[in-house]
């Protein structure tokens, strides 16, 4: 099992920054990829942008390329996705998710609780 705990939402003014954390533990050592999700009510989740737990390889929707940055803390558990430049359609609640892959189980995901991210004009 991986457990997953995001930080870092809130209210800014469109301009501004906000850096989301997701701290992962338990069997962090067979995760593959750990992502940052975004959804809108009553739509669907959105990937925004993902990074290899090893390696480092990462991936950013075109919507926030150039704003938003992930990466993980050298050595650690915890991905952070920077945000910068928040435009008031970035509003969203933000979901880390983890991709697991082990032996004895295949291929699992996880998700975190959300946090709210909110951008006002």
């Known amino acids: 099992q991986v457990q997953l705990q995001e930080s870092g939402g809130g209210l800014v003014q469109a301009g501004g920054s906000l850096r989301l954390s997701c701290a992962a533990s338990?069997?962090?050592?067979?995760?593959?990829?750990v992502g940052w999700f975004r959804q809108a009510a009553g739509k669907e989740r959105v990937l925004v942008a993902a990074i290899a737990w090893s390696g480092g390889a990462t991936y950013t929707d075109d919507s926030v390329k150039g704003r938003f940055t992930i990466s993980r803390d050298d050595g650690g558990n915890t991905v952070a996705l920077q945000m910068n430049n928040l435009k008031p359609e970035d509003t969203d609640v933000y979901y880390c998710?983890?991709?697991?892959?082990?032996?004895?189980?295949?291929?699992?995901?996880?998700w975190g609780q959300g946090t709210q991210v909110t951008v006002s004009s």
């Open positions: 998710n983890a991709i697991r892959v082990a032996t004895t189980t295949g291929v699992n995901d996880y």
């Open positions: 338990g069997r962090t050592f067979d995760i593959y990829e």
